[in-house]
Structures are given as structure tokens and as C-alpha cells.
């Protein structure tokens, strides 16, 4: 079952003369981590960024076909190129959370930074707004680490540990999918190792998208993988068969490290 | 011979920084040499008409933190919307390089603009006056150092704050202008060393006074406009009050300078 269904999805950047994205079609399917792999350029991260909109932030740039994304109280799909409406995109964001390549710790307390989202649901209440913080800190394995200095700046943290504080920033505010661009390129093979392990226990409570550069990685965790290259979706489907079994040419010679 | 030229280009270096350097310490030797042989404490418990510079040294500051008081949200806020709301719109572009423009005005001209639009038609000399002199001055300082840290800031930072699903403003005053805090406040800081010693600005808006006053309808004490009438004078006694004024300015200035500078140090 698709949470996300991309459907014959364009997107051309503000300045572009021609599209970056061509006609994608694409499930993320409901508790599954789904991958994207692909040589640099060939739109993963584009497409990644269009499933929050957070493209939005800059002007001009354009999206065409559908992305439904199915909301899980009402199982009813709703298409997230249509919102207009400040108050939707907020919606949005909370239901499709992020995490990006460099770890984000906002310039305040370790605190702070988890409560940011639930501050901006509008949750007020000093006991539940602490409640949500440990239970965000402990979903991201971070607890037992900062639970004596959750009053001091973020930005004292170490890099593994700044990117689970964002994963633990994320959760707080109960996705429904998590969008991860590249999150452990900026990190020792220990950190990596820490966060891969969060990212396949997360998969209990949310559906998962990463884009990764990192082929090993994408075996390693993902229950799906789809191939990308040139702006287009060479192939789609469960992890295994990608990998041992391609049905194209170029997804094989991509994944033998022929290209890349 | 690439050996010899680059021999001659280092002499050559070394001989301008030298120059450069000498002129300063000159400068400063001569300030302490001068000024320190006037100072003495009383001139900070006198006024100018008894002999001391109080009055002028509160008005200058009084002058320079009202322009403060103008000129920093002014020139943040429009910074903030050169490079957060802007992008590469070419009115934001415009008003960029208006201010940079803007910065390298003479200050003598926009003394000129002041008298023309706020003292002649209100009819005289104010210290008013002076203070909007000196926020112009200001304006476009804080604007280019807003900007310019603004720029430093990661936009995953900004892209970060909208995937948890604030609103843009949010955003910037949450997270990006904490980011980009010392920057700024460094900035900010230098900008008021800068107006703090100017003059031209003052010369025929706030002029200067010899009593001590807080009444900003009329012409206001600075320290820097009675540097320029005392080192005119022929007595000799005014010309020593002049150096200690200069004396104790350039200290000001220089602590102010210093603070900006330590404040960014601690950061790295």
C-alpha cells in the first residue's frame, strides 16, 4: 500500500530550460524504506524535495502531474500540488518531515530544538511539551545521551549526534513519512552505522524515502529501491531484486559500478 | 630574474607596510604625546563652557545612540529583505547596490541633505537633526553587514525550519538572525564606532554647544564639531582641549573597535 503515489510527475527548476524530472511514477509504500539511488544529477534528491514542497521556498520553480499523499486517519489520498494555503503546507511538512544532508541543529538548546515542531503545532503545556521531547529523544536514541544537558545549545553536540537530535526533531511531531537526503554522507562510519539502525527501527512507526549515494547503504536498509538517471525512473522494485536480479541494462551497470 | 622581480615586489610590499604602518603610529604617538599632556580629570566632570568636555562627549553618544536607535532596525530589516525575501529580484538588487552606494557617500554630502530637508525647515541647528544624520550614515552599514551575514548562514538551515512546518518569518527570526547573531551584533558594533567619530555629518545639523543639555529641539553638544572649532581657535588653551578631546575620542573609538573584534574572536 502506497502512503506517497507519485503519478506521472514533472518538475523543472525556476531557471531551467528543460525539466528535471520526467514523467515519474512511484509508490512509497506504507512502513517500508524505499531508496533512491542514482548518479549525481539524475534528479533523486529533486524528486526527494518535492515530497514536502520544500522547493517552494524558492520561486518559479514548477511542478506538473500528481503527488497523492494518503492520509492515514481517513485513508483518503489528497494531491500536495494543490495546497495553497499557509496553514496546509504546515500540515504538510508535519505529515512528510525531513532530514538533510548536513545535520541542522538550531542555534538554541538541545530542548528547544525538539520542541521547535510541537511548539509550532501549538502545543503549550510544559508536561506534555517534555513528555513529547523524551519520547522524540529516546525514538532517535539520543536520550540516555543528552538527558542531563537538554538545556545546552545543540551546536556543542557531535556531528552523529546532531543528526539524530534533527531525526528526534523530526518524530516528535508524528510523521507519517520521512524524507532523508543523503543523511549520513557527512558522517564517520560509526555515526552511519548508528543512524542506518535508527532508520530501519523508525520504519515500525513511519514510511521512509531516502536518497542515497551510498549503494551498500541502500541494501543494507531499504525493503525497495528505484533507480534513477537523467531526470527519469529506469526501475522499481523490492530491494533484492534490484540488486541481484535488474530487468534494465543501466540499472545493472550502475549497480556493478560500471557508471556512477 | 623571476628570483630578482620577486625580490622587488617584496621590498616594494614590505616598504608600503612599513609606510603605512609608520604614518598610523605617527598618528597615535602624537595623539598621546598631545593629548594625554591636556588630560585630566576634571574634564570629565566640567562642560565645555567651564573648561571640560562632559557635555560633548554625553551628547555624541546621545546623538550617535538615537541614530542607533534608527538606523539598526531600519537597515536589519531591510537586510533581512534583500537576502530572505529578495532573492535575486532586481529590486532587491537595486537596493543593494544603492546602499553600497549609499556607503560610500561622503558624509560631508549627507550633512548637506540634512541641513537642506531638516534644519532649515525647522528652523534651526538640532540635536535631532544630527541624530538623523547620522542614522543615514548608519542605515547602510547595517544593511551590507546584515546581508552579508545572512549569506553565511547554511539554507539548510532555512530549509530545515520549513520542513518542520514554520512559516518563513518564523524561520528568520527563530533560527536564521540567531545563526547569524554575532555577525551582525559585530557589525552593528563597527557601525557605531564609524558614526560615533564622524563630523561632517554634525557640522551644520546638531552644530555644538557649550552647555550641557538633553533638549534635542536645539543645537546639541558633540564632541567631534568642537574638535573642529577648538583646533581653530587662537588661544592656545582651546587648541590643548582640542587634542585631549581627540585623545579621548580615538580611545572610545578604539575600545569599541576592540570589543567588535573580541566578540567575533570568541566565536571561532
Known amino acids: 500500500m502506497p502512503v506517497i503515489d507519485i503519478k506521472n510527475f514533472s518538475f523543472t527548476y525556476a531557471s531551467a530550460p528543460k525539466p528535471s524530472l520526467n514523467g515519474i511514477n512511484l509508490p512509497i509504500k506504507e512502513g517500508k524504506i524505499t531508496a533512491l539511488i542514482g548518479p549525481s544529477g539524475c534528479g533523486k534528491s529533486t524528486l526527494l524535495r518535492s515530497l514536502n514542497r520544500i522547493h517552494d521556498l524558492y520561486p518559479g520553480n514548477k511542478y506538473e502531474g500528481e503527488i497523492l499523499l494518503k492520509d492515514l486517519k481517513t485513508g483518503k ?90 531525526i528526534a526533531r523530526a518524530v516528535a511531531v508524528k510523521p507519517e513519512v520521512l524524507l532523508f537526503d543523503e543523511p549520513t554522507s557527512a558522517l564517520d562510519p560509526i555515526s552511519t552505522g548508528a543512524i542506518e539502525e535508527l532508520i530501519v527501527e523508525l520504519k515500525n512507526e513511519v514510511s521512509i524515502a531516502i536518497v542515497t549515494h551510498n549503494m551498500q547503504q541502500a541494501s543494507r536498509i531499504s525493503d525497495y529501491t528505484a533507480f534513477m538517471y537523467l531526470g527519469d525512473l529506469v526501475e522499481f522494485d523490492e530491494t533484492e531484486t534490484i540488486f541481484l536480479n535488474p530487468k534494465e541494462k543501466r540499472t545493472e551497470d550502475y549497480i556493478m559500478g560500471r557508471f556512477g | 630574474m623571476r628570483l630578482l622581480i620577486n625580490k622587488i615586489v617584496l621590498g616594494l610590499s614590505i616598504f608600503s607596510a612599513v609606510l603605512g604602518l609608520g604614518f598610523l603610529a605617527w598618528i597615535l604617538i602624537t595623539l598621546f604625546i598631545k593629548g594625554v599632556s591636556s588630560l585630566h580629570f576634571g574634564l570629565f566632570l566640567n562642560d565645555l563652557i567651564d573648561g571640560g568636555l562632559r557635555n560633548l562627549i554625553i551628547g555624541q553618544f546621545v546623538m550617535a545612540a538615537i541614530a542607533s536607535v534608527i538606523g539598526i532596525p531600519v537597515g536589519m530589516l531591510a537586510g533581512i529583505y534583500i537576502r530572505e525575501y529578495g532573492y535575486d529580484s532586481k529590486f532587491a538588487d537595486s537596493i543593494r547596490n544603492l546602499s553600497d552606494i549609499m556607503m560610500s557617500a561622503p558624509s560631508i554630502v549627507i550633512g ?53 512546518g514554520a512559516s518563513k518569518y518564523k524561520v528568520i527570526f527563530d533560527i536564521i538572525i540567531k545563526a547569524a547573531k554575532v555577525g551582525i551584533m559585530t557589525g552593528i558594533l563597527l557601525a557605531f564606532a564609524r558614526i560615533i567619530g564622524e563630523t561632517a555629518p554634525l557640522l551644520f545639523t546638531s552644530e555644538t554647544s557649550n552647555y550641557f543639555t538633553l533638549d534635542l529641539t536645539q543645537a546639541f553638544p558633540s564632541l567631534t564639531v568642537s574638535i573642529y572649532d577648538l583646533a581653530n581657535d587662537v588661544e592656545e588653551k582651546s587648541r590643548d582641549l582640542a587634542w585631549a578631546a581627540s585623545f579621548i575620542l580615538t580611545v572610545l573609538v578604539l575600545i569599541i573597535n576592540l570589543t567588535g573584534r573580541f566578540i567575533t574572536r570568541n566565536k571561532h
Open chain 2, 112 to 164: 548637506a541633505f540634512v541641513y537642506a530637508v531638516v534644519v532649515v525647515p525647522s528652523g534651526g541647528a538640532s540635536g535631532f537633526a544630527g541624530s538623523i544624520a547620522l542614522a543615514i550614515m548608519m542605515v547602510p552599514i547595517v544593511i551590507n553587514t546584515t546581508d552579508n551575514m545572512l549569506s553565511l548562514v547554511p539554507k539548510e538551515l532555512r530549509e530545515a525550519g520549513i520542513a518542520l
Open chain 1, 77 to 166: 489520498f489528497e494531491n500536495i500540488l494543490d495546497i495553497k494555503k499557509e496553514n496546509d503546507f504546515i500540515r504538510l511538512r508535519q505529515t512528510v518531515g525531513m532530514i538533510f544532508q548536513k545535520p541542522t541543529p538550531f542555534p538554541m538548546s538541545i530542548f528547544d530544538n525538539v520542541a521547535y515542531g510541537l511548539r509550532i503545532e501549538g502545543i503549550k503545556n510544559k508536561t506534555e511539551l517534555e513528555g513529547r521531547v523524551e519520547e522524540a529523544l529516546k525514538g532517535a536514541a539520543l536520550w540516555e545521551e543528552v538527558k542531563d544537558r537538554l538545556n545546552k545549545s545543540a551546536m556543542g553536540l557531535s556531528g552523529g549526534q546532531q543528526q539524530r537530535l534533527c
